[in-house]
C-alpha cells in the first residue's frame, strides 16, 4: 500500500476482521460437532451467535465511513482456523480433544482481542469515535469470552485431560 494512510490500514483490518467472523461462523459449527464437554459445545455455539453480532456492527462501521463490507483475507486467521479443523479430525480420548478444541479457539480469540484492539485505536486515531464505540464492544466481548475459556480450562477442562488421558494410558 504506497501512500496508505492510517485511515487506509483502519479500512483494511476492518476488512481483516470481516473475513474472520464469517470463517467463524463456517468453523464453529464443526468445533462444537467435534467437542465432547457441553459446556465446550455451548461455548462454540455461542461463538455462532456472537460472530453473527460482529458482523453486523462490522457492516455499521463499513456503513458509517462509506465503504462497501467485503472481506479481505486474513493469512493469519485463515492458519488459525485450519488447525483448529485439524485438531476436530484427530483421534485423541474426548477429555484431551477437548483441551486441544480449547486452546484452539483460545488461540482464535486472542487473535480477534488484538484484531479488534488494533481496529479500536485506529478508528479513534482517525476520529471516528462511533466506530471506536462499536468495535471496543466487540473487543470486550472478546475479552470476556476469553476470560470464560481461562476459566473453563483451568476449572474443568484441562483437569478432565489429565484424568482422560491418565486413564488411556
Known amino acids: 500500500m504506497p501512500n496508505a494512510t492510517l485511515h487506509d490500514l483502519f479500512v483494511a483490518d476492518l476488512r481483516y476482521l470481516y473475513f474472520a467472523d464469517r470463517q467463524l461462523q463456517k468453523t464453529f459449527p464443526l ?3 467435534a467437542a465432547h464437554a ?3 459445545k455451548r461455548l462454540c455455539q455461542e461463538g455462532v451467535d456472537y460472530s453473527s453480532e460482529r458482523l453486523q456492527r462490522l457492516e455499521t462501521v463499513f456503513d458509517q ?8 483475507t486474513s493469512h493469519g486467521m485463515r492458519g488459525l482456523l485450519e488447525e483448529a479443523g485439524e485438531v476436530a479430525q484427530k483421534k485423541l480420548p474426548p477429555e484431551v480433544k477437548d483441551a ?6 483460545q ?4 487473535y480477534g482481542i488484538a484484531a479488534y484492539g488494533t481496529a479500536a ?5 482517525v476520529g471516528e469515535r462511533k466506530a471506536a464505540k462499536i468495535l471496543a464492544r466487540s473487543l470486550k466481548e472478546k475479552k470476556e ?8 480450562a483451568e476449572d474443568e477442562i484441562n483437569p478432565r485431560a489429565i484424568e482422560g488421558g491418565a486413564e488411556a494410558d
Open 65 to 72: 465511513l462509506g465503504e462497501n463490507a467485503r472481506a479481505k
Open 145 to 152: 469470552a476469553d476470560a470464560e475459556m481461562t476459566a473453563m
Open 38 to 40: 457441553r459446556s465446550l
Open 100 to 105: 486441544a478444541l480449547l486452546a484452539s479457539i
Open 31 to 33: 468445533l462444537a460437532r
Open 107 to 110: 488461540r482464535i480469540a486472542h
Open 121 to 125: 485505536a485506529y478508528a479513534d486515531a
